[in-house]
C-alpha cells in the first residue's frame, strides 16, 4: 500500500533536538513520510531511535529542553508549525489523539475514569453533562468494558491492566480523530492481552476509519496491524515500505540485523542474535561501525535516501551514484543478509 495523492498527514523534512547542557543533541534528523486516511503505519526501531520523540512532536507535546530544528508537519493541508498553542489545543485529541505506553502513569491516580473522560468532552465543548455521560459510556463499553455505568466511578487503580488500556483507546476514540498516535500501547501487556488489544484496534479502526501511528518495537507486532512500516536508526528513516517486502525481503543491513535479532521457534537450542557496538554520529552513516558490509565511504559520507522497487531505503550499497563498491552481484542477494 502506498500513500494516496491527498495524504491526511504529510511530514516534510522534520529535525528535533534535545538541549543537554550547551549542546543540541539531534533526536530526529529529516524525518518524512505520509499517512493516507484509514491506514496504519508502523515505526520500528531500537530504544533512542526517534520513535516516542516523532510521536511527542506530532502531538506538540515536546518537553521544554527539546525544538524543532526544521521541518514541515501537515494534518489535513493545515501546517501544525504554524499555529498558536490555543489553535494547538483545539487539535489534540479532536484531530489527532496519543494512546500512550503505559496506561497507568498516563491516567490521573487521584481522579476518576468518568471524570478525566469527561474532562476531555468539556476542553472541546461536546454536549452538556448527561449526553457527555451517555457518550463515555458508550465509548467504554465499545472497548469492551463491561457494567460501563458503574466502572466510570471508579479510579485508575481499580482497573487491570488490560482494562486501563481499553480505557485509554476510549478516551482516544471519544471524539473520532482523524488520526491516533500508538506508542507501544501493548508492551506492557502479557501476550493474550496483546492480542485482544490489537484485534480490538483493528477492528475500531475499521469502524471509524481512523489512521493509526503504530510504534512498537516488536516486529512481529507491527507484521499483525499495520499496511507500511518505516524503519528508524539514529533519529532517521533508515528503511521504508509496504509491511510485507519490508519484514520479508528487508534491504537495510540495520533492518536485517533487527529481523536476525528476534527470538524463534525454530532456532530454540542457539544464542540469540545481537546487533554488535553502539549508535556512533559523525558524517557517515550512523549505522557503519555496526554494519558486516561497511566501506570508507559508509564512514566519510551519509548515505542518500534512494528508491529501490517500491520501497525507500537509506544505504550506500542501493545508490548508484555511490562510491560503493558491490561484490557478488546484486546488492538485492542473500549476501548481504545479517
Known sequence: MTPGPDPLLVVRDLSVG???GATNIAALDQVEFDIDRGESL???????????????????????????????????????????????R??????????FQDPL???????????????????????????????????????GIPDAANRIKRFPHEFSGGMRQRVMIAMALMLEPALIIADEPTSALDTTLQVQILALMKRLQTKHGTAILFISHDLAVVAGVCHRVLVMYA?????????????????????????????????RNERLA?????????????????????????RRQAPRYVKVERNRVRCHIYDESSAYHVEGGSPLSDGFDV
Open 18 to 20: 534535545y538541549m543537554v
Open 42 to 88: 508502523g515505526i520500528v526501531g531500537e530504544s533512542g531511535s526517534g520513535k516516542s520523540t516523532l510521536g511527542l512532536t506530532l502531538m506538540s507535546l515536546l518537553p521544554r529542553n527539546a525544538s524543532i530544528r526544521a521541518g514541515a508537519v501537515i494534518l489535513k493541508g493545515l501546517n501544525l508549525r504554524n499555529l498558536q498553542p490555543e489553535d494547538l
Open 90 to 99: 483545539e487539535i489534540q485529541g479532536k484531530e489527532v489523539a496519543m494512546i
Open 105 to 143: 502513569t498516563s491516567l490521573n491516580p487521584t481522579l476518576r475514569i468518568g471524570t478525566q473522560m469527561m474532562d476531555v468532552l468539556r476542553a472541546h465543548g461536546h454536549g452538556m453533562h448527561q449526553t457527555r455521560r451517555e457518550r463515555i459510556i458508550r465509548a467504554l463499553e465499545e472497548v
Open 235 to 267: 533519529g532517521r528513516v533508515v528503511e521504508e515500505g509496504d509491511v510485507s517486502s519490508v519484514l520479508e525481503r528487508p534491504l537495510h543491513p540495520y533492518t536485517k540485523a533487527l529481523l536476525a535479532s528476534r527470538p524463534s521457534v525454530t532456532r
Open 274 to 298: 545481537t546487533i554488535p557496538g553502539r549508535v556512533q554520529l559523525g558524517l557517515g552513516c550512523a549505522f557503519a561501525n555496526r554494519c558486516l558490509h561497511a566501506q570508507s565511504v559508509c
